[in-house]
């Protein structure tokens, strides 16, 4: 019942394209106030845009605050300043979507430069780690809250030429499941949402620009797309207060 989502604040984190901005609109549709971060505040200057445009669309009343926030959730530093960038009527946050996540190449593990393996892990684990900990705070004190981390397939499976980012993924989910126990007496709800393969800009990050190899990964297949993974996640979202989704594994109909 997305009536659940009116008025509520969402913050969002990778929200400047792929999942995390098809996840800012929808909040932003269902009546929500988002704030939207990432590092690249000309990108996120234009979702917020089309939240503005899909919040007039939906005629509610509720909602309707939208705020870029420029920020790196590998700079520790920085999260500890997260607050001072928020705007003063944003400051309760009522869902946290910890998106920010990516992968660079598909080399086997003796070819992975140390910049790589760090940058993987500062953010899709403790980028992730540092935000969680910040709001699982706010959320105690407040008796409210609801975290949403995006792992993925490659938190259960790994692959050929997918170490690190594998690693990454396995981190994310042994650290959601673990919190979603330690947090069954408080009223904080904690889901990890698991896709196969959506087609954003993930896979041109994974080949650093290169369009034709980022196109390959998709072949003979009909990808998910943003929408499809923003739906689970504001239907984990809207759920009645007592119901957790713990987990959800979304895959293409025609991925293996
Ligand atoms: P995109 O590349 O489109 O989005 C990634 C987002 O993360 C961008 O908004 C990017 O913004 C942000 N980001 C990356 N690094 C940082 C950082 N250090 N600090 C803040 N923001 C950061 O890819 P997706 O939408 O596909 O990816 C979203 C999540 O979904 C990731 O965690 C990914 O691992 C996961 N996933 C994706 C799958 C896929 O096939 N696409 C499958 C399974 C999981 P900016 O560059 O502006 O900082």
Partial sequence: NASRLLGKTVLITGASS?????????????????????RRED????????????????GLKEGGN?????????????????????????????????????????????????????????TNVLGLIAMTQLFVKEFKAQKSGHII????????????????????KFAVNAFTTSMRKELVDTPIRVTEIQ?????????????????????SVYAGLQPLTGQDIAEEIVWAASRPPHVNIASEVIFPTNQA
């Fill in 149 to 168: 981390n995006i792992g993925s397939i490659a938190g259960f499976e790994a692959y050929v030429g997918g170490s690190i980012y594998c690693a990454t």
């Fill in 43 to 58: 990108a996120l200057k234009e979702v917020q845009q089309a939240c503005i445009a899909a919040h007039k669309e939906s």
């Fill in 195 to 215: 896709p196969a393969m959506v087609e954003t800009e993930f896979s041109l990050v994974r080949f650093k620009g290169d369009v034709n190899a980022a196109k």
């Fill in 18 to 38: 792929g999942i995390g901005a098809a996840t800012a609109v929808l909040f932003a549709k269902a009546g929500s106030n988002v704030l939207l971060l990432a």
């Fill in 66 to 122: 939208f705020a870029p926030i420029q920020l790196d959730v590998s700079d520790r530093a920085a999260i500890a300043g997260l607050w001072s960038k928020v705007p003063s009527n944003l400051r309760k946050v009522d869902i946290l979507v910890n998106n920010a996540g990516y992968v660079i190449g598909r080399e086997h593990v003796g070819d992975i430069d140390e910049s790589v393996v760090d940058g993987m892990f500062a």
